[in-house]
């Protein structure tokens, strides 16, 4: 615990801290070094190549500590997330609102997998209905309006794909599981639009703040990580 607090008080602008996680059953095995995400929101681990202490994108669920206040600040879960994406959600507002996600390799958890989600389930109606749902809920409620119709469209195409490999193998668990997520976003647009309004009051403060100074690591520079690797800080 001491050598994440340490990270607290070496950087201010850090909100999330996630220590190395290595497998319990083998532990000189690396699990998670944080999370990345694509252009659409499809949620994968970082280089294995742990540093010292560098920016992630966003902490891998397991284990992470955070700030209070900032992540009282950011809306905290947002309890519409059932499993699967929640922590991309959480680092992609961590860091546009102006805050830093990091991993540090000097504390170690050990966690053993496979708990939540046994592989059958990845194959089943409420892996791809949750975790459609919240690919759908993030990008809305986060992406600018220039980009947003963009991933919507690409991420549709992508479940469309998804939908006709299932058919293939008569997987109708998947099929449906794709389809309620749609169905539960056009229910719920209100409020997701509502969402959507409180983020951009926090990006709109963070560019307010910015006029002020310049920042060395932005969200930008991290996204950018999130084909080619993990950016290290100064």
Excluded at 22 to 51: E, H, M
Excluded at 129 to 158: E, G, H
Excluded at 182 to 197: D, F, P, Q
Aim: proline fraction near 3%.
């Amino acid at each position: 615990m001491e050598r994440v607090i340490e990270v607290f008080h070496q950087k201010p602008r850090v909100a999330i801290v996630q220590p190395l996680i290595c497998d319990y059953d083998n532990p000189l095995r690396i699990q998670s070094t944080g999370l990345y995400c694509d252009w659409v929101c499809n949620f994968k681990g970082a280089d294995q190549k742990a540093q010292e202490n560098q920016a992630i994108l966003a902490p891998f669920g397991a284990a992470f500590i955070a700030k209070r206040d900032i992540f009282q600040r950011i809306g905290g879960f947002d309890p519409d997330f059932f499993l699967y994406g929640e922590e991309i959600d959480i680092g992609l507002r961590t860091w546009t609102a102006g805050f830093m996600v990091m991993l540090t390799s000097r504390a170690k958890v050990f966690h053993k997998g496979g708990g939540v989600t046994p592989k059958q389930v990845l194959r089943g109606y409420e892996y791809h209905y949750n975790a459609r749902k919240n690919q759908l809920q993030t990008i809305i409620k986060t992406f600018s309006w220039k980009m947003l119709p963009c991933a919507l469209i690409i991420l549709t195409v992508i479940n469309l794909l998804r939908i006709m490999n299932a058919l293939r193998f008569r997987n109708y668990n998947i099929i449906f599981g794709i389809m309620n997520a749609y169905l539960y976003i056009v229910k719920n647009l209100r409020k997701l639009l509502k969402k959507r309004y409180a983020f951009q009051r926090i990006k709109s403060e963070r560019s307010n703040t910015q006029k002020s100074g310049s920042s060395k690591t932005s969200l930008a520079t991290v996204t950018i990580g999130t084909l080619s690797g993990i950016s290290k800080l100064d």
